[in-house]
């Protein structure tokens, strides 16, 4: 199994529409979590960071099932400029601490 | 937050050249980090570049070709040597800060070897 499993997609999101994509995690010891978005031909930046159960800011929620290991990121009222990759990365990973990727979901708003 | 500069943002190499990546930061920092991203993938880890030592190169990717300096504490560079096609990526460089985890990254450097 790898230590970070995401569903690549891409998926079709309605513009307007709510919408939910998970990321599993082996690393049991993994203490904190983070939610980074890639656009295209730019560099990764941090969307939101994860300690407890959950986190919201806006139209993002982010929530943590740490008995099933997982985190999921909830877009709601999606935008056009939601279309993005994101990236989840449980900290700190196996081999240490270093910021290791999953392959990322790739949401694709459209009107 | 850290402030990186990376150069240069792009390049086209002939095949069996080699290429050197700089990053700059604004602040000290302890760890480094170099990652590929090939195109249409997520970022894969090259290395960690640690001050006053050798990079720790993970599994995969080692010093003969990717070589690293790390001379001082706000600055790495990367080195990929003997080019072929198949190392046309982009390369990032990275830095977390300790108090929260936060990766930050440079602008990045799409390279093409033909």
């Known amino acids: 199994r790898k230590e970070v499993e995401q569903d690549p997609g891409p998926f079709n999101v309605p513009e307007g529409a709510t919408v939910a994509f998970n990321c599993t995690y082996s690393n049991s010891a993994s203490q904190s979590f983070f939610w980074y978005r890639q656009d295209c031909r730019k560099e990764p930046k941090l969307l939101m960071s994860v300690y407890s159960s959950g986190n919201e800011d806006g139209r993002f929620t982010a929530q943590l099932n740490r008995a099933s290991q997982y985190i999921s990121l909830l877009i709601r009222d999606s935008k056009l400029s939601d279309s993005a990759t994101y990236l989840c990365v449980p900290y700190p990973h196996t081999g240490g601490f270093k910021t290791i990727f999953g392959a990322g979901t790739r949401p694709f708003v459209k009107a | 937050s850290a402030v990186i500069s990376q150069k240069p943002s792009r390049d086209i190499c002939q095949r069996g050249t080699s290429l050197t990546i700089q990053c700059q930061v604004d602040?000290?920092?302890?760890?480094m980090f170099w990652y590929r991203q090939q195109p249409g993938q997520s970022l894969t880890l090259i290395a960690t570049a640690n001050q006053g030592s050798e990079a720790t190169y993970e599994s995969g990717f080692v010093i003969d070709k990717f070589p690293i300096s790390r001379p001082n504490l706000t600055f790495s560079t990367l080195t990929v040597s003997n080019m072929s096609p198949e190392d046309s990526s982009i390369y990032l460089c990275?830095?977390?800060?300790?108090?929260?985890?936060?990766?930050?990254f440079g602008q990045g450097t799409r390279l093409t070897v033909v």
């Open positions: 602040s000290q920092v302890t760890m």
């Open positions: 990275s830095v977390d800060k300790p108090e929260n985890t936060e990766a930050f």
